[in-house]
């Protein structure tokens, strides 16, 4: 299901059991630009958001998930699925840890966006996270 940052559903995700390139898809009706698949884990759901991990699909959402796991503080893990994708500036600008785990040419211009954002390597580097 993707949804806006309220929590508001916005359209789903259709995945696809074929060998195509790409198996994941927008349901009909459904609206890319404003919402996204997201989840958030560990501390309390009124807890503030210290750490958000951009990915590019929602099954790497619950792989970034499972790796994680157990979760020492909030982190918010939002799929972008589109190098067309909004980002969710306003939010991802307050969080102090923005992890991008995704290929080099999609962590480029998201870095230009949020200049305090790394990559997964190197937060891994900085913060043993995983």
């Known amino acids: 299901m993707a949804r806006n940052l309220d929590g508001e559903t916005t359209g789903a995700y259709l995945y696809s059991l074929s060998h195509t390139k790409n198996r994941l ?3 009909p009706g459904s ?3 404003s919402g996204w ?8 759901n ?9 990915v590019d699909s929602p099954i790497d959402v619950l792989r970034a998930i499972a790796k994680n796991s157990p979760h020492k503080h909030r982190t918010l893990y939002l799929a972008l699925d589109s190098q067309h994708a909004p980002l969710p500036l306003e939010i991802l600008k307050t969080i102090p840890n923005v992890i991008v785990a ?6 480029v211009p998201i870095r230009k966006l949020l200049p305090h954002s790394v990559s997964q390597l ?3 580097e900085q913060q043993q996270y995983y």
Not at 37 to 44: D, I, P, T, V
Not at 102 to 107: D, F, K, L, W, Y
């Open 102 to 107: 995704m290929s080099e040419s999609r962590i």
């Open 25 to 27: 898809s927008l349901h």
């Open 46 to 54: 009124r807890e503030t958001i210290e750490t958000a991990m951009l």
């Open 37 to 44: 698949f997201h989840l958030s884990m560990g501390g309390a």
């Open 31 to 33: 609206r890319r630009s």
């Open 122 to 124: 190197k937060y891994k």
